[in-house]
């Protein structure tokens, strides 16, 4: 999980709008996967704590999107939120 939530991040800030747009379809089941992923865990490790941190940053880089102009983006957050 945490190999994927650090590619993801750097994709998220690809200037290629389709990719952004990939990755913020993939962020709402990676999300949901991350809470199993923590809730599922005998004990929380530091790997997953800063996995969660990163997917929060993730959201919170999205949640600053929905003040652009293109529709696409205002779409595909909503299902992330």
């Known amino acids: 999980m945490a ?9 998220l800030n ?12 993939s962020l709402s ?4 996967a991350a ?7 005998k004990i929380v490790t530091e790997v ?10 993730m959201k919170g880089e999205t949640v600053k999107l929905l003040d652009d102009d293109n529709d696409g983006f205002v779409g595909e957050l909503s299902q992330l939120l």
């Not at 089941?29 to 949901?32: N, S, V």
């Open 3 to 11: 190999k994927i939530i650090g590619n993801l991040n750097i994709l």
């Open 14 to 25: 690809d200037e290629n709008v389709n990719i952004r747009k990939k990755v913020m379809l």
């Open 29 to 32: 089941g990676i999300y949901r």
């Open 35 to 41: 809470i199993k992923w923590i809730i599922n865990a």
């Open 48 to 57: 997953m704590e800063a996995t969660w941190r990163y997917l929060s940053q």
